[in-house]
Every structure is written in structure tokens, then in C-alpha cells.
């Protein structure tokens, strides 16, 4: 998700001033389709033969790669992001501490959407001369000890802005016959939940936009929520060991993530009223992204709201249904708006 509509044409209100689609300028889904056709065919040449990806493998296309490593058990899951000063973060607005937090909590994010733990993390920075880079440190070590996983390296290089790149290696932990949840697996019936409401980061922006000043719990609740987002690990985890088929996290805006995770599952959507978060707008609530939340696909809605007793996490919140009608995307009976953020390259 991005802060200042530099990149993206899609409204979203975490976003700002957008684009119009007549900018013909290919957006990072569009490149990711022609890099994984490049970057497959020169797999080929080191996999002779053999299918790509290898049997039981996912590589581009899902919230994180799936993997076996050649002679090692199992099979582990990797993910890699970027969070940009200008693009992700205004440091106008957030500290060099929570940039260096979310940077950390946005690729465990997709982890957890494919409930698995995160183990070890690779962070590299590049920043221009004079940049607090214990303050930012400080925020990278924070949220690695909330997320249970230690940081074993990476590299540092001067820059025009700070980027922070971390890339994540986890697995599936106890009961790996229970594999990761894909944006593959929904099927028409499944229900689909979130594991919280919606909007609070849009929110939050919107606030500190304002000048930053909470008028109470709330406000600051909504502020957190931007400045320190939480990746849902424990509920991808609950997730996956229920049985769910799918599973996506809440970055781009849900019209935008759930949409994705349908398309993947070759499925349509029908969707209800979404769960607002107080003090945020039905539009924060439908594109604001930099949510972290978890969409969920499950035939067996007993046994994900039972297994989210079980461990102890808040109740997750009905969404709707996957329906049989491929590319018929609706909320509240009428059509689900796109809206969330796109990349322009």
C-alpha cells in the first residue's frame, strides 16, 4: 500500500490522489506475469525435464513461495517485501522506528497467510547519509521479538530515501500434512470471514493527516493501527489447522486482496456488509489496506470459529460466500467497486 498516489490509480483513501485508468503504464501485477514467464523458462534450464515449479512447490503468484531446499525435510515458506520512505511511509507523519516495525510485520504478513511461523529474517536498508539507523534498528528488533523470529543478517547501502527490504523463511511447524493455505484453494460454498474489521489503518492515516492529535482511545487505537500494524501469524495458523482452503492478507484493500484470492481460486464472491472498525468509513473500510487482516475460505465455518476458541483469539467476522459465478464479484447485492492500491512501473 502506498502513501502518496505516486504509483497507483486505483482510489484508495491510504493511497491520496489517483490516477486515471486511461494511464496505460503496466501495473506490478501486469509485470509479474511477464517476469514469472522469464524468470520460469531460465528455471527450466536448471531443472531439466522436471516440471516448474517442481511438484508441490508454489513459486510467483501467491502471498509467499513454497519450497523444498535439495536434500533438506520438508518444505519451507519465504517471503520478501519493501517498504519505501514516500511510497509506504511518510516520515512526515510515522517515526524511522515504525517504518523499520512494518517493515518486518508486512512480510511476516504473508507468511501468516499462509499459516506459517516465521523462523529467521534478512533485512537490508539503504538510506542517505545521517539516517537514525539505530531508531530504525530498534523498530526492526521490536517487531521480529513480537513475531517470535530472529533477524541473521543482510546489508546496508547509502540511498536517495530509506528502503527497508526483509525477507522472510518460515514453515508449517506441527501438522505439515496440513500444508499452507494458497489464494488457490476456495471452492463455490466455502464461506469466506475476516479475522478482524476493516479500516482502522486508512484511518489512522487519515488522522495523523488531520495533525495527529486523538481525541481519545480510540483515535489512538486507530493511529496504532497504522503506525504498528499486527501480522494475524496465530490466526493463519488456527486457520490452516481448521481446515480452511484459502487464505489472503488484507495489504492492497479487501476489494482488492479478495479479489485476487477469487481470481486464484477461479471462484465469484458474494459478499455482505463488511466489519468497519470504529471510526472508520465503510471506504477505509473496503480499500484502505495495510490491514493485515486475514480473509479466510472455509467449507467448515463450525470448525474455524471453534478452533479460534480453542486458541484463544477474537472471533473472526463473517464476509460472505464463494459462489460458482467465476468473475461476478458482489457486496450487499450489488457490484464490489475495485478499489485498493496498484503499483505503476
Known sequence: MGVNGRQGYVTSPNSGPSRTPADRTPDEFAWIERLRTRF???????VPGGPVPPAGDTWIGDDAAVVAT???PGRVI??????IEG?????????????GYKAVMVTVSDLAAMG???EYILVSVAAPPGTDLDLLGAGVAEAATLCGCAVVGGDLAAGPVV????????????????????RSGARAGDRLWVTGPLGASAAGLRLLRAGGVPAGPADEALIRAHRRPVA???????ARLAGASAAIDVSDGLAADIVHLARSSGVGLALDELPVADGATDAEARAGGEEYELVVATA??????????????????????????????????????????????
Not at 512526515?92 to 522506528?97: A, H, K, R, S, T
Not at 528502503?163 to 494458497?182: D, N
Open 40 to 46: 520460469e523458462a531460465a528455471a527450466r534450464l536448471v
Open 87 to 99: 511510497v509506504h511511509v511518510d516520515l512526515g507523519l510515522c517515526g524511522l522506528e515504525d517504518m
Open 70 to 72: 535439495h536434500g533438506g
Open 232 to 238: 494475524r501469524i496465530r490466526e493463519g495458523t488456527a
Open 78 to 83: 519465504w517471503a520478501t517485501d519493501l517498504v
Open 163 to 182: 528502503v527497508v527490504s526483509t525477507s522472510v523463511i518460515g514453515s508449517v511447524g506441527l501438522h505439515p500434512e496440513r500444508g499452507p493455505l494458497l
Open 116 to 118: 506459517a511461523t516465521p
Open 300 to 345: 467448515d465455518s463450525g470448525g474455524l470459529v471453534a478452533a479460534f476458541g480453542a486458541a484463544g483469539l477474537r472471533p473472526p467476522a463473517p464476509l460472505g460466500r464463494c459462489t460458482g459465478r467465476a468473475g461476478v464479484y458482489t457486496l450487499a447485492g450489488g457490484p464490489l467497486v475495485p478499489a485498493g492500491w496498484q503499483h505503476r512501473l
